[in-house]
C-alpha cells in the first residue's frame, strides 16, 4: 500500500461489524498504538479502509499490514483486526486542543467547516517548503541555475525602472558633492536591484567579530550570545550590534552627507520600493520581490554606506566580519497562496482594501460623480468575499474556543449572516422602490446557492480531489441525514408552489386568432398561473406560515439526532496524546474577544455592503440585458460562497471528500431550513412582499440538482468523472437562467 503523507489534520475511521466487538483487545491496541501513527489494516472482510484526513510530514509513514487468516473472532495472528473493532470511529489527533475541538466541530452537523488553522503551528512541524515562505531573505543556499523565467519577468516588471532611479539619485547625490559616498552606495545598489538574484548585501561591522553569515543547511560559527536565524527580528540584531559599537550612531548622525541623503535620496526611493513591494504583495506569488523593496526600506537605505557591499556569492570569499542582510534567489514562489499572517490567509488580507475603498465610495460618493453603480456594485461584491471569510475565521475560532452549547448558537446566528444582510437589506430596498424585481433577485440568489452549494461545490471538489486521489471515499450514513434534509427542505420550500399551480388559474394575454373564427386555435404569449386575493390569503399563505414552521423545527431534530441520540455515526474522538517535541503553549491566533469584536465589525461592514450592492443593482438591471434571474443564480449567490469553495477543495485535496461534501450539504440546508423562513419571518413583520412563490425553472432546476445529488452521493464513493457530472449539470442550469427572459 502506498505511503500517504498530508497535512495538518489527521482523521482515520476505521470500521467493523458489531459481533466483533472485543473491548479488552480494542484498549490494549489503543494503550500500544504512539500518538500519531497510522496502521491501515486489510482483511477479506474489510479488503478496503476508509481514509478521511491524513498524517503530517512528521508523522511516522503508515504501513500496511494484510490478514490472510481468519478466525472466529475474525482476527488475524491472535491480533484484532482495528477494522473490525472500531466502527466507524474517527480518531482526531491535533497539535493542541484548541486545534482538536476545532477538527472535531467540522464533523459535526450544523457547524461551519473551517479549514485553516485556528491556532499557530509549532515551527519544528512546517516543511521546508513553508518554513523558505516565512524566510527573511537572509540564508545563503546554492540555488543552482538563476536565468529563470520568474526572475527575467521581474527585470520586466519592477528591475529596469528601480535601477533606473537609483542612477538618477546617484546622480543628485553627486552633485552635492557631501553625499558621493552615497551616490556610490546608489550605483552598486542599481547593479543590485536590476538583478539582485545571487547577490548578497552585507553590513559590515567596524570592530572585527566572528561573522554571522549563515549558509543553507549549515550550522556556522558565530558570536556569543547572538541569535541570526532567520526569525530574529532585525532590532535585535541592530541593538546588539550597536552595544559592540557605541560611536558608530553617533558618527551617522554627525555626517552633513546623512542629512543631504535623508532629504533628498531616501523619500523617493522610499516612495519606489513602496510602490513596488504593495505591486508584488498584491500579485502574492511575487511576495519574494515584496520582502526585498521592503528590507531597502526599514534597514538597507538606512545604514552609513562604508558599511555595506554588495557582492556575488563565493562562499569561500564571504567576510568574516559581515551579518548577510538581503540575499534572493527566486522573484516568485507559487507555494505563496499558503500565506498568512495573524492566521489569515494573504489572498485575504490583500482583498481588505477594498472594504474601504467600496464604503468610501458608496458613502461619500452619492452623486456618482467619480465612479459609475456598476463600478460601485463590482467594488462592493468583491467587499463581500474577504469579509465573508473574517466571518468564517471568527465563528471558527469561537466555536474551538468555546463549549458546544457556545458554539451551536455562534454558528446558527452568524452562519447565515453573510446571506440574510443582503437578502433583507434588498428586500427593503425592493418595498421602498415599488420594485418586484428585488424580490425576483432574492428568490434567484436563494436558488443559486441552493444549486451551488448541490451541484457545484460537491463537484468542483470531486473533480480537484478525483486528480490527485484515484477514488475518494466518504461516509454514505452521514451524507444520507444532509440528503434526507435536503429532500424535506425542498419539498417544503416549493410546496406552496405547487400548491397555487394545482389550485390557481391559468391566464393568458396577447391572444390572437389568425383564422377568425371564435372556435380557431388562440395564440398566446404571455400565459402565467394566477390566483384570487381569497385564496392567496385563506390558503397560500397559511400552508406557507406552516412550512416555516416545520422546517426549522426539522433543523432542530436533525441537530438533536446528529450530535445527541445518534452520535454514532459521526463518532469522534479527540485524543489527548500530543507528538513528542510539541509544545504545550498554545499560541492562538484570534482570542475569543478578539474574535467576537471581529466577527461584530464584519458583520456592521457586510451590512454596509450589502446596503451598496442593492442600492445600485437597479440600473445594472435597467441599463442592461442580463436577465434577474442570472445575475441572482451566480454573482449574488455564489461570491459570498468563495470561502466555502475554497475549503472544500482543500478537503478534497487532502482526501476528505466527506468534508468537502458536508461544505456544501449544510449551506443548502441552512439555506432552505433557516435562512427562508427568517425571510418569510421579516416579511410578516415588516411587509417587504417576500413569499414562497418560486418561478418554474427554480422549481425544477432545484429539484433535478437535489435528486441528482442524492444519486451520486448513493454508493459512498466518488472519483472526478461524478464530479465533472455534477459540475456539467450545474453549467447547463446556468445557461438556462442565461438565455431565460428578463
Known amino acids: 500500500m502506498s505511503e500517504i503523507e498530508q497535512e495538518p489534520e489527521l482523521a482515520v475511521r476505521r470500521r467493523s461489524t458489531q459481533d466483533a466487538l472485543n473491548f479488552g483487545r480494542e484498549s490494549e491496541l489503543r ?44 482476527s488475524c495472528e491472535g491480533i484484532t483486526c482495528p477494522g473490525c473493532l472500531m466502527m466507524t470511529k474517527t480518531m482526531l489527533l491535533a497539535e493542541n486542543e484548541v486545534e482538536a475541538h476545532k477538527l472535531a466541530n467540522n464533523y459535526k452537523f450544523g457547524f461551519k467547516k473551517w479549514k485553516s488553522h485556528v491556532t499557530e503551528r509549532p515551527w519544528e512541524d512546517r516543511s521546508a517548503i513553508v518554513k523558505e515562505l516565512y524566510s527573511d531573505l537572509n540564508i545563503i543556499k546554492h540555488p543552482g541555475s538563476l536565468i529563470t523565467c520568474d526572475n527575467v519577468l521581474y527585470v520586466l516588471l519592477f528591475g529596469w525602472w528601480i535601477a533606473l532611479l537609483y542612477l538618477l539619485i546617484a546622480l543628485i547625490m553627486f552633485v552635492t558633492i557631501v553625499g558621493i559616498p552615497y551616490g556610490k552606495l546608489c550605483c552598486s545598489l542599481a547593479g543590485y536591484y536590476f538583478w539582485p538574484f545571487g547577490k548578497v548585501i552585507l553590513k559590515l561591522f567596524m570592530n572585527r567579530r566572528k561573522s554571522s553569515v549563515r549558509f543553507y543547511g549549515e550550522n556556522v560559527p558565530e558570536a556569543p550570545n547572538v541569535e541570526t536565524t532567520a526569525l530574529l527580528g532585525d532590532a535585535e540584531k541592530d541593538e546588539h550590534i550597536l552595544a559592540e559599537t557605541p560611536t558608530t550612531g553617533m558618527n551617522y548622525w554627525r555626517c552633513p552627507s546623512t542629512y543631504v541623503w535623508l532629504l533628498l535620496g531616501y523619500p523617493l526611493l522610499a516612495i519606489a520600493h513602496g510602490l513596488a513591494s504593495f505591486i508584488a504583495w498584491i500579485l502574492v506569488v511575487t511576495i519574494p520581490i515584496a520582502k526585498l523593496n521592503g528590507r531597502a ?4 537605505l538606512l545604514i552609513p554606506p562604508e558599511q555595506l557591499q554588495i557582492r556575488p ?37 490583500n482583498l481588505l482594501p477594498l472594504v474601504v475603498v467600496a464604503l468610501v465610495l458608496g458613502y461619500a460618493d452619492t452623486e456618482n460623480k467619480y465612479a459609475s453603480s456598476l463600478v460601485k456594485f463590482v467594488l462592493s461584491i468583491l467587499a463581500i468575499i474577504p469579509l465573508s471569510y473574517y466571518i468564517g475565521m471568527a465563528i471558527a475560532s469561537i466555536s474551538a474556543q468555546s463549549n458546544f452549547a457556545v458554539g451551536a448558537v455562534v454558528n446558527a446566528t452568524f452562519g447565515s449572516i453573510t446571506e440574510l444582510t443582503f437578502y433583507i437589506t434588498a428586500l427593503i430596498k ?16 436563494l436558488t443559486g446557492t441552493l444549486l451551488g452549494c448541490v451541484l457545484f461545490i460537491p463537484g468542483i471538489s470531486m473533480v480537484i480531489g478525483g486528480c490527485k486521489h484515484r477514488e475518494q471515499r466518504f461516509n454514505s450514513r452521514s451524507a444520507g441525514i444532509s440528503s434526507a434534509l435536503l429532500f424535506i427542505s425542498v419539498g417544503g420550500v416549493f410546496a406552496p408552489t405547487l400548491f397555487s399551480k394545482a389550485y390557481g388559474n391559468l391566464i393568458c394575454q396577447d391572444c390572437t386568432n389568425s383564422t377568425q373564427n371564435d372556435s ?20 397560500v399563505q397559511p400552508l406557507i406560515h406552516t412550512v416555516c414552521i416545520l422546517l426549522p423545527a426539522s433543523y432542530v431534530i436533525g441537530l438533536i439526532f446528529s450530535l445527541k ?57 435597467s441599463s442592461t440585458a442580463i436577465s434577474p434571474y442570472f445575475l441572482g443564480v451566480t454573482v449574488l449567490a455564489m461570491v459570498p460562497e ?48 417576500f413569499n414562497l412563490l418560486f418561478s418554474d425553472l427554480h422549481l425544477w432546476a432545484s429539484i433535478f440538482s437535489v435528486i441528482l445529488m442524492n444519486y451520486i452521493f448513493m454508493d459512498g464513493k466518488c472519483d472526478y468523472f461524478q464530479g465533472t457530472v455534477l459540475v456539467v449539470v450545474y453549467l447547463i442550469i446556468m445557461a438556462m437562467y442565461y438565455f431565460a427572459p428578463s
Open 31 to 74: 494503550a500500544a498504538a504512539p500518538p500519531y501513527p497510522l496502521t491501515l489494516w486489510q482483511c477479506e472482510l474489510h479488503p478496503q479502509t476508509e481514509l478521511m484526513d491524513m498524517p503530517s510530514p512528521l508523522t511516522p509513514k503508515s504501513s500496511a499490514v494484510s490478514c490472510s487468516t481468519m478466525t472466529q473472532n475474525h
Open 297 to 300: 526600506i526599514t534597514n538597507i
Open 313 to 349: 556569492f563565493k562562499r569561500m570569499d564571504v567576510p568574516l566580519d559581515g551579518e548577510v542582510l538581503l540575499c534572493c534567489y527566486r522573484a516568485m514562489n507559487f507555494y505563496y497562496y499558503k500565506y498568512t499572517v495573524v492566521g489569515i490567509n494573504v489572498f485575504a488580507v
Open 430 to 445: 425592493g418595498s421602498h422602490k415599488g420594485n418586484k424585481s428585488y424580490e425576483e433577485v432574492v428568490k434567484s440568489a
Open 520 to 539: 380557431g386555435a388562440f395564440q398566446c404569449n404571455d400565459c402565467h398561473f394566477s390566483m384570487s386575493n381569497s385564496l392567496f390569503h385563506s390558503h
Open 565 to 621: 441520540t445518534h452520535t454514532h455515526i459521526y463518532d469522534i474522538h479527540i485524543s489527548d496524546c500530543h507528538v513528542p517535541g510539541h509544545s504545550h503553549n498554545v499560541v492562538i491566533h484570534w482570542s475569543r474577544w478578539r474574535a467576537v469584536v471581529l466577527l461584530v465589525v464584519a458583520t456592521v461592514c457586510m451590512s454596509a455592503c450589502a446596503e451598496l450592492v442593492s442600492e445600485h443593482i437597479d440600473p445594472i438591471l
Open 642 to 689: 468563495l470561502p466555502e469553495i475554497v475549503n472544500g477543495i482543500q478537503f478534497a485535496l487532502q482526501n476528505n471528500i466527506s468534508l468537502s461534501l458536508e461544505v456544501g450539504s449544510s449551506i443548502a440546508v441552512q439555506v432552505c431550513m433557516l435562512q427562508i423562513p427568517i425571510l418569510v419571518l421579516f416579511s410578516a413583520i415588516y411587509p417587504v412582499g
